[in-house]
């Protein structure tokens, strides 16, 4: 069984502030990993992926992988109530070329 | 550029109804699949077409679920008969070839009673 957890939240952050969003996977063959936003009643939008250990940054966001730990984040600079949604984290499992989503972070900026 | 379109945004059936949802992805996308979200959960796939081909059905209930992409581009999900734990939000989704980048549809929230 190919897992990926998430903690559920919902995580409160004040506007300005960094929200860090945390994702764990079980399949150590996993390559790509994605991270979507899916506001309320809406469908999943692409933020971005991330393939190679270590950081990628774009624009305000930040998504960190580490293959070693099995562990992948996703880092919000400068949060914005608009940045409220749940975040839902992704892996593609080379095989079958299947995607496997987390049950999704809600994440909740106060002005 | 269009992305993906599907169809009804809502439909509420009472149970052992046949219900069909619509999804016609963004064009020149070989790759299509269907998605099944649960209130709270992350999306679980239901199907995978590269082409007109199923690929990846494995996780479609193959009793009552079925689905069709004859001319390789848009596609139908057909339940039939619908069960009470069928209500969920079905999301349906393209990718280019080559990319492992998926693009969503609005979706189809299901309700039944």
């Known amino acids: 069984q190919k897992e990926v957890e998430q903690n559920s939240g919902p995580l409160s952050v004040p506007e300005g502030a960094i929200a860090s969003l945390n994702c764990t996977y079980s399949?150590?063959?996993?390559?790509?990993f994605f991270w979507y936003r899916q506001y309320s009643g809406k469908s999943p939008e692409l933020i971005m992926f991330?393939?190679?250990?270590g950081d990628k940054e774009d624009g305000r966001f930040t998504a960190q992988l580490n293959k070693a730990s099995q562990y992948v984040s996703l880092l919000i600079r400068d949060s914005q109530p608009s940045d409220s949604a749940t975040y839902l984290c992704?892996?593609?499992?080379?095989?079958?070329?299947?995607?496997?989503f987390g049950g999704g972070t809600r994440l909740m900026v106060k002005p | 550029e269009a992305g993906v379109v599907q169809s009804p945004r809502y439909k509420i059936i009472e149970k052992k109804q046949p219900v069909a949802f619509w999804c016609n992805p963004i064009?020149?996308?070989?790759?299509l699949y269907w998605y099944r979200q649960n209130l709270g959960q992350g999306p679980e796939l239901l199907i995978r077409?590269?082409?007109?081909?199923?690929?990846?059905d494995s996780q479609l209930p193959k009793d009552r679920f079925s689905a069709e992409r004859l001319k390789g581009v848009d596609s139908t999900l057909k339940i039939q008969p619908a069960e009470l734990g069928d209500s969920a939000v079905y999301l349906c989704?393209?990718?280019?070839?080559?990319?492992?980048?998926?693009?969503f549809g609005p979706g189809t929230r299901l309700l039944v009673l």
């Open positions: 992704a892996v593609l499992h080379n095989a079958g070329n299947m995607l496997t």
């Open positions: 991330i393939y190679s250990n």
């Open positions: 064009s020149g996308h070989n790759t």
């Open positions: 399949d150590r063959g996993s390559q790509s």
């Open positions: 077409y590269e082409n007109e081909e199923a690929v990846d």
């Open positions: 989704a393209s990718s280019s070839k080559g990319s492992e980048t998926q693009y």
